[in-house]
């Protein structure tokens, strides 16, 4: 998995971008249909994303293909790094303020709460995000799609979870982006969500969009979770009590760690893909 990027935008095959959208769509349609009609036969709902999936290319060479090799979580705890409160700054949550003008684009906060199986809250947690900007450009050197960066727009922030398991960011809705799937693929917009526990070895990787996005049916990596249920706990919602008077729109997404209605994680497509610091390859 491609650190810190997404690697949904390298080119994993030398023909991964000959294949129409008409192409890719067909493929996906017919494996949607056949999800159907299995569930309709009296099959169990897929509830995650599909680590083979055709049309979404690089899952053929990237999924796991052998068993995961079984390893003692304390004695990996031992030598991994621990966060406490006073590392973490209030301000790290607005990515609006962390340079010296204000970024372009438009401005919102994404809030929730992070939520066990039974619906408890999960306080304490780190959350981080990351971004492309406004214009759908990540600030990374591996990102050289012909869209501007933002001087005033890095796209990375984090909190911790409040009491209730609230968390809150304001930052800027990103765009979406061009990458090497197949020819005039687009990414939907989205923001990559890293959840952490007390050490690395407590850490969730997933991504959340935005509602109404016309790419969510052109796109082989949302699609690639077949049960439109599971697909719709990545979409955040428009509230208009968090949007603010002449300041900024506001979403709501809640996560869900456990359960048969938890948020879908990167760990569950590609071995923790979009980044494992990036889902991309990008996750979901």
Request: aromatic share 8%; with cysteine.
């Amino acid at each position: 998995m491609e650190e810190n990027f997404d690697d949904a935008k390298v080119i994993t095959s030398s023909d991964s971008a000959t294949s129409t959208q008409a192409e890719i769509d067909e493929q996906m349609a017919a494996l949607h249909r056949a999800y159907r009609e299995v569930v309709a036969a009296g099959g169990a709902p897929e509830t995650r994303p599909r680590v083979d999936f055709a049309p979404y290319r690089s899952s053929i060479l990237r999924h796991p293909t052998k068993a995961a090799r079984p390893v003692d979580p304390e004695s990996i705890e031992l030598h991994s790094p621990a966060f406490g409160h006073r590392d973490v700054s209030p301000l790290e949550a607005d990515l609006t303020i962390q340079h010296g003008g204000e970024p372009l684009g438009e401005r919102i906060v994404v809030t929730g709460r992070v939520l066990d199986g039974d619906g408890r809250p999960v306080c304490g947690q780190l959350v981080e995000i990351w971004q492309a900007n406004s214009a759908g450009r990540y600030v990374h050197k591996r990102d050289q799609h012909p869209a501007p960066l933002d001087p005033n727009f890095t796209g990375v922030g984090r909190c911790l979870t409040g009491d209730d398991g609230s968390y809150a960011f304001t930052t800027i809705r990103p765009g979406p982006y061009p990458w090497k799937n197949h020819h005039n693929a687009w990414r939907p917009a989205h923001i990559h969500f890293s959840l952490f526990g007390t050490d690395f070895t407590q850490r969730m990787v997933t991504q959340m969009y935005f509602p109404g996005d016309p790419l969510f049916a052109l796109d082989p990596i949302y699609q690639s979770i077949v049960d439109q249920d599971a697909r719709d706990r990545l979409v955040a919602t428009y509230d208009h009590d968090i949007t603010r008077h002449e300041w900024c729109t506001g979403y709501r997404w809640d996560i869900v760690l456990t359960g048969s209605r938890r948020t879908l994680l990167e760990r569950d497509t590609l071995a923790g893909d979009d980044h494992s610091t990036h889902a991309d390859g990008d996750h979901r």
